[in-house]
């Protein structure tokens, strides 16, 4: 199904990309490009066919419950946490006022 | 005395070991390399500071023979794979500046193998791309040259380009990569390099930047079969930190490199003869299959149905998993902020995702956000999954016939920078059969096997069954054994 | 069959009420990280790189946390999954560091299940009324948001990023605001007991997002209201009533309610639009690529089942065997902690009938009037034996106590910020 700039000005908001008219127009002729040859996996039989779920046969491991067992993982770094934000205020991120 | 950057990964290990040469005169020798190729662009940052403090290092462990696996092996990093104390940049505006205080898994352990970093290397933006065009910080230039004469800058393939481009250059004797899609070994097969993506979950993947989940996977990349055996062995293992991860021991790789095949089956997938082909390709793979017989392999028509679905699954599946693994790049916690004037929180949003992002990435988050969308889930995404489903299962049955798989890497030699980014689609075909193997999770290697007509490269495929590695090396190393591939570049930057 | 209704002047409306409710799991760690779940610390201390979302950084399951939403699921009777899977909700907000919550849509751990409200005459409940549970599943908490403390800032602290949540999802099957608040009081208590939840609702471990929409009398359901995040239980019982009456004045008048996201305001008791929300619904659900599928084996699953208490039911007949007052032994399992305290009073050999109504006139008695808690008096068993009135609020979640604490905490809260500021 070929999709027109209002569904491409749609999508940009859903994905928070900013984009400009010629962006749109632009980008309606290369996504319907990819999107019409993505289409032919309709025509696979897919009937009783599971969706993949684990590539490689593997079991999800559950963790212990311990706090900080391993540094890269644990917390108590904030000095690490905030050492590229942009805006860091009194041990916080600063971002533009929300109104809720 | 030799040029020590001549030297392979397992030479220049042996040859320090031997005391032939001291650990910080091969940093040098590289680091000297990697600062007078400026024009290849194939590094974002460099630190020859790491590799010489590994160096010294090195030299002081041969001293008190305390020697590791890679002592005073310096290597590249491709910029995907966080750095604790360098910048990360996964070649985005996005994360230009960003420095984390933290190192991935793989790279911790080829430090703590000894191994030292020459510096972080460029890459298509956030690895998606095939040529290493979408690059914010310029594209890498390939040191391959088409023997017309002319001088048309080639793509070092994508999107481990930089990687590529440094071994082939020689400004690492090894690196390391990330195949989501054939990213290891595309750019491997462009530049006349070995490379090998190993069974999904065989490296971690805490702290390389995400592109597509279930199909992100680490490998290394380098001269030979030897040298990419020896470097998995030191990338891969078990890591808590991964919930994909496989909990398995890594095998002695290197040691149990055999190029006899006999008793061998290869199988020759029947669906990757494309029409219209490249013949140079085709006379590849048919020299290929003679090289495999020679080594002792018996040779099988195998069949893998649903190839041709394997693209168009990929390209659904792995946009849909990058739209969501890229929301973390909102502006708020790290990276780029475009914050305009009165802007509020959605606006900055916007803006910073705007501005932070290339074209390329843009492209396959808009695509992976509308196929996740309310209404079209099903028909895109869970039909991807099934198909992903039938193509594994595709292999699965051939594996039944055959212990390999050879195939070509891609479908064509480098092409010259600027030849297909205006089409995205064209581009993306240059995966065609580097990606059914990624959407499987298998390991797959590439293999330099003969110049094309115009002197370039070209790569052979061998696709093994998930955690057989050792048979793909092998398969791999036969072929080196027999292509004779001693092309090198001639020095020009 | 409740007799609750709101009497419009096109004649009588039914209410019809779902709650979602979020209550945090009892557990030292996070869901995927490390990092510590206590209440309280310095904002952004307890934040690990995987809550920051810093770049490739992956999130590894807590077990405890699946064990206690297991427990629960069984607590309530309910179908246990044991292929479930971790699905991806993507929407941009500040406190949701991702970009995506981590949760279960698909194939969430605990599915069917029902808890039992109990009779209460006077708050209109002729009988006891079985509420369907229709799932329950594991999730992460995201961050917490301040707006107060920049003139053109609002603050992240990412403490609670992360941090184990189960949704507790009931069938749309009370019909008042009384059934409605006796539900979450069930609830509290049954989690209570499990010791899946500490059920405090001020420190926000326990909240609902209440669904509410009207219909005349037999017909079809009427469009929903999602009120999220109401922190007690007046508070829920306030938002039905309020937000009934607001949907059948709206459809008197020839309006039509629409279905949205709203916000209560308890200081003017009323709900508001959400406006900033309204956009945020194709949120694009897809299993977690990072998170193979969750299975349980048997083995796991015995070990939860065999860690159960008692749970209030059960004791309530049990009490009810021995003799003591329908009454008494509501009273008495009401709250885990005075059940645990009586069950030793009775193992140290006192006489149910006795004790009961000793602990429930006398003790309960002296302990309101010395503002004390059973838990603080556990192993005293002389501590009320003064003279005391029995205390009929003391099952009754005590609303009005927790709304000062609350206003403590927010006054706190502010002296803080004045300091720092």
């Known amino acids: 199904m070929a999709i027109d700039q209002a569904t491409v000005r749609k999508i940009a908001s859903l994905a928070r990309i900013a984009i400009s008219d010629a962006e749109a127009a632009a980008m309606e002729g290369e996504l319907n490009g990819i999107l019409g040859w993505v289409e032919q996996l309709g025509e696979v039989d897919v009937t009783g066919v599971e969706p993949m779920t684990a590539v490689i046969p593997n079991k999800l491991r559950l963790r212990d419950d311990v706090i900080d067992a391993d540094p890269l993982t644990g917390g108590n770094r904030r000095d690490d946490i905030l050492a590229n934000a942009p805006a860091p205020q009194h041990g916080f991120f600063g971002v533009p006022k929300v109104i809720e | 005395m030799t040029d020590l950057t001549n030297l392979t990964v397992a030479q220049i290990r042996d040859g320090h070991r031997a005391g032939d040469f001291s650990a910080v005169e091969v940093a040098e020798a590289f680091s000297a390399n990697v600062a007078g190729a400026k024009a290849l662009n194939a590094f974002i940052v460099e630190t020859p500071e790491h590799a010489l403090a590994a160096a010294k290092q090195a030299d002081a462990d041969r001293a008190a023979g305390t020697l590791k696996p890679l002592s005073g092996v310096p290597i590249g990093m491709k910029d995907l794979f966080a750095t604790n104390g360098v910048q ?33 290397l460029n890459l298509d933006q956030f690895a998606m791309g095939s040529s290493n065009e979408t690059s914010y910080f310029g594209n890498v230039i390939s040191p391959w040259r088409r023997k017309d004469g002319g001088n048309a800058a080639l793509a070092p393939g994508g999107s481990s380009g930089g990687s590529s481009s440094a071994i082939a250059a020689r400004l690492c004797p090894a690196a390391t ?90 199988g020759i997938p029947k669906e990757y003869r494309l029409e219209g082909i490249d013949p140079d390709i085709d006379a590849m793979w048919e020299a290929g299959i003679a090289m495999l017989k020679d080594a002792g392999a018996e040779v099988v028509e195998i069949s893998l149905p649903h190839t041709k679905y394997a693209l168009p699954a990929y390209y659904i599946i792995a946009p849909a998993e990058a739209s969501s693994n890229l929301a973390r790049y909102d502006g708020v916690r790290y990276g780029l902020r475009d914050l305009p004037d009165g802007a509020g929180l959605q606006d900055m949003y916007a803006a910073t995702r705007a501005d932070g992002f290339g074209p390329e990435v843009k492209r396959r988050i808009m695509i992976g956000t509308y196929v996740l969308s309310a209404g079209f889930y099903d028909a895109y995404y869970t039909q991807a999954q099934k198909v992903r489903t039938l193509i594994s299962r595709d292999f699965t049955a051939a594996f039944e016939s055959c212990d390999v798989i050879l195939a070509p890497t891609a479908p064509s030699a480098a092409f010259g920078l ?76 | 069959m409740s007799n609750y209704t709101i009497k419009g002047e096109t004649g009588d409306w039914e209410v019809v009420i779902g709650l979602e409710v979020h209550a945090q799991v009892t557990s030292n760690a996070k869901l995927f990280s490390g990092a510590a779940t206590a209440f309280g610390a310095e904002p952004n201390t307890q934040v690990s790189l995987v809550d920051a979302a810093m770049p490739g950084m992956l999130p590894v399951p807590n077990r405890e946390c699946i064990r206690q939403a297991v427990r629960t699921g069984m607590a309530i009777d309910a179908q246990i999954n044991k292929w479930s899977r971790f699905d991806r909700k993507n929407y941009f907000y500040a406190d949701l560091p991702q970009g995506y919550q981590i949760s279960q849509l698909y194939h969430p751990l605990v599915g069917e299940g029902s808890l039992t409200i109990e009779a209460d005459e006077k708050a209109g409940i002729p009988e006891p009324k079985r509420i369907g549970i229709e799932r329950i599943h594991v999730e992460q908490d995201a961050g917490k948001l301040m707006h107060d403390q920049h003139p053109t800032m609002s603050y992240v602290d990412l403490n609670r990023s992360g941090v184990a949540l189960m949704e507790i999802v009931s069938r749309p099957d009370m019909r008042s605001p009384a059934e409605a608040g006796a539900y979450v009081r069930k609830l509290r208590s049954i989690l209570r007991y499990v010791g899946s939840c500490d059920g405090n609702m001020e420190e926000g471990s326990m909240r609902a997002d209440v669904n509410v929409s009207v219909r005349k009398p037999g017909d079809e359901f009427g469009t929903r209201t999602e009120t999220k995040n109401v922190n007690s239980v007046r508070f829920v019982m306030a938002v039905i009533e309020g937000e009934a009456k607001r949907q059948v004045e709206l459809i008197e008048r020839g309006g039509t309610v629409v279905q949205e996201t709203r916000l209560y305001d308890p200081d003017r008791n009323e709900t508001r639009s959400m406006r900033s929300k309204e956009d945020a619904h194709d949120y694009r659900y897809f299993p977690d690529p990072d998170l193979l599928p969750l299975e349980l084996d048997d083995a796991f699953l015995d070990e939860c089942r065999a860690s159960l208490p008692e749970l209030p039911d059960a004791k309530r007949a049990r009490y009810l065997a021995e003799g003591i007052s329908a009454y008494n032994a509501e009273v008495l399992t009401a709250e885990v902690e005075a059940a645990r305290w009586f069950d030793a009073l ?76």
């Open chain 2, 88 to 120: 990360t940049t996964a070649a985005s505006h996005m994360l230009e500046g960003f420095v984390p205080r933290y190192e991935s898994t793989v790279s911790q352990k080829l430090w703590d193998a000894g191994a030292g970093m020459l510096g972080k």
């Open chain 3, 346 to 421: 009775l193992e140290a050999g006192a006489k149910p009938v006795a004790a009961a109504n000793w602990v429930t006139s006398e003790l309960f008695g002296a302990l309101n009037r010395l503002g004390r808690d059973i838990s603080d008096s556990a192993g005293q068993p002389g501590a009320g034996r003064r003279t005391a009135r029995a205390c009929r609020r003391r099952h009754d979640f005590g609303h009005d106590r927790q709304a000062g604490v609350r206003k403590d905490a927010r006054n706190r809260r502010r002296r803080r910020r004045d300091r720092r500021s």
């Open chain 2, 177 to 266: 990569g990330t195949d989501t899609g054939g990213s290891i070994r595309q750019p491997a097969a462009f530049t006349g390099i070995s490379g090998i993506k190993p069974t999904y979950g065989r490296c971690s993947r805490w702290g390389i930047v995400a592109f597509a989940s279930s199909l992100d996977q680490a490998g290394p990349m380098a001269r030979d079969v030897r040298d990419c055996a020896i470097m998995l062995e030191n990338m891969a293992g078990f890591d808590p930190k991964d919930a994909t991860s496989l909990d398995l021991p890594v095998p002695d790789w290197e040691a149990a490199l055999s190029s006899d095949l006999k008793g061998k089956t290869v």
């Open chain 2, 418 to 493: 600027g030849e297909k980014t205006a089409d995205p689609l064209a581009m993306y075909l240059n995966d065609v059969f580097a990606v059914p193997a990624s959407l499987a999770g298998l390991p797959a290697m590439s293999v330099p096997a003969a110049l094309n007509r115009e002197g370039l490269p070209l790569g052979l495929q061998i696709i093994g069954r998930a955690f057989d590695e050792q048979g793909v090396l092998n398969a791999g190393l036969a072929i080196e054994e027999r292509a004779g591939f001693t092309a090198r570049v001639e020095k020009w930057w």
